[in-house]
């Protein structure tokens, strides 16, 4: 009964929208009725996007409109309580230059810029680096990629978009009756799409920044690859960035509070100067979040780090291990490996694989050894230095091929 209830509720708001988007665009209300009940409009992100919302936001909303004046019988001109748009396709106040298309295609390219900018994080205030005319390159792009035909949306669109959703917007030029407008948008989210819309194929690769990803963005993409592949209605997004990358890290937090104070940033190899530009670095998008202490070598190796920094940053995974109460152990360095294959006991071939680490104290090695023989299967990983095994220890619980190690407590005194 709840179903059915529900069924007839969410006609009834389709019709109300129909009748609205017939009366507005001069469209038939048959022609309106089928586009909203068009498989893209039902809501990708968040709930289905209203047309009466989207219609009241060009009369209604102050960023958008502007009141409507008249002149009195001894010719003074005072503004009435009735507004109108100067939203034109162009951007804010080009009205009357290109007014808002308002056919089928216009109102799902309005719709469908809408979802692009539901995947983003809202800010409580417009954004200077989150502007009308570079997310409707974005929009182009990603709905290009994915629904051919739509690969040209307005800059008006894009307003019009952002103000029906109710997100915060500003001109971006005050008092200079500039055609954009800023959203308000977490700007770092935004320039990591428009990095990964203007790239393409392989070269997508290069950008490691993925910690910025907009939330939605990974959701939204598969729905649209999935809708053009099958024609279905998308699923609604739970919400639920199942591919979010980390943003902090306990020993993200340690290293970043090693920075220099005050924009100084030490000289060059020490580990103010590491701290400072690997903070520098995931602000900016050259590289993500150190998730482990190790990872921030493999960052290192990544951006082509200057050889100083890699001792300095050896050290600095050693001085977290020794000092931090919220080390889990570390991993150190790969710096050799190999694989043979092996003739077998009788039982079939196999092969044996051998790692070799870097040992804390650089001197000597971590051995990592499986052997993969049917009847002989053993797998093995030990300090291969008599100073590190001294002073370190492996973490228990960890399997031979996820071993972290731990250094020793110093012996008390006598």
């Not at 007839?8 to 129909?18: F, M, N, T, W, Y």
């Not at 994080?121 to 570079?134: C, E, G, I, L, V």
């Not at 959703?165 to 001109?171: F, N, T």
Request: overall charge negative.
């Amino acid at each position: 009964m709840t179903n059915n209830s529900t069924s007839v509720a969410r006609s009834r708001e389709i019709e109300r929208d129909a009748k609205a988007w017939s009366k507005f665009s001069g469209m038939k209300y048959t022609q309106a009725l089928r586009l909203m009940e068009h498989p893209l409009t039902q809501g990708i992100l968040g709930d289905r996007i209203c047309a009466r919302d989207m219609i009241r936001a060009l009369t209604e909303h102050p960023v958008l409109s502007e009141p409507v004046w008249v002149t009195d019988a001894d010719g003074k001109e005072f503004p009435t309580d009735e507004r109108v748009t100067h939203l034109g396709e162009n951007g804010l106040f080009s009205a009357d230059e290109r007014q808002l298309a308002v056919g089928e295609e216009d109102y799902l390219r309005v719709v469908l810029t809408a979802e692009i900018l539901r995947a983003f994080t809202r800010t409580s205030d417009p954004q200077s680096d989150a502007f009308s005319y570079n997310l409707k390159h974005t929009a182009e792009e990603f709905l290009g990629e994915y629904l051919g035909k739509f690969t040209y949306i307005s800059n008006g669109q894009a307003i019009w978009a952002a103000a029906a959703l109710g997100i915060p917007l500003a001109e971006s030029n005050p008092g200079e009756l500039a055609l954009n407008a800023d959203f308000g948008l977490v700007p770092e989210q935004v320039d990591y799409a428009r990095r990964m819309r203007r790239s393409g194929g392989s070269s997508r690769d290069g950008i490691r920044a993925h910690h910025h990803r907009p939330p939605g963005y990974m959701f939204l993409q598969q729905a649209l690859q999935k809708y053009r592949d099958s024609g279905e209605t998308p699923v609604r997004w739970d919400g639920v960035d199942a591919h979010a990358e980390a943003l902090t890290s306990p020993f993200h937090e340690w290293l970043v509070a090693q920075a220099a104070p005050g924009g100084d940033r030490g000289a060059r190899g020490s580990l103010e100067r590491l701290a400072g530009d690997y903070a520098a670095g995931v602000r900016d998008g050259d590289h993500g979040v150190a998730r482990q202490p190790e990872d921030l070598l493999t960052i290192l190796h990544d951006v082509g780090a200057h050889e100083d920094f890699f001792d300095t940053a050896r050290r600095a995974v050693l001085d977290w291990a020794r000092t931090s109460p919220l080390s889990m152990g570390i991993r150190t360095e790969l710096v050799d490996w190999d694989r043979s294959d092996h003739a077998g006991w009788g039982a079939g071939t196999g092969d044996v694989e051998r790692y070799e680490y870097r040992c804390p104290c650089g001197a000597g090695t971590i051995l990592e050894e499986h052997d993969n023989v049917p009847g002989f299967r053993e797998h093995d990983v030990r300090i291969m230095c008599d100073t590190c095994r001294e002073e370190w220890d492996f973490v228990p619980g960890f399997s031979v091929r996820g071993w972290r190690i731990k250094p020793l407590p110093a012996p008390s005194a006598t």
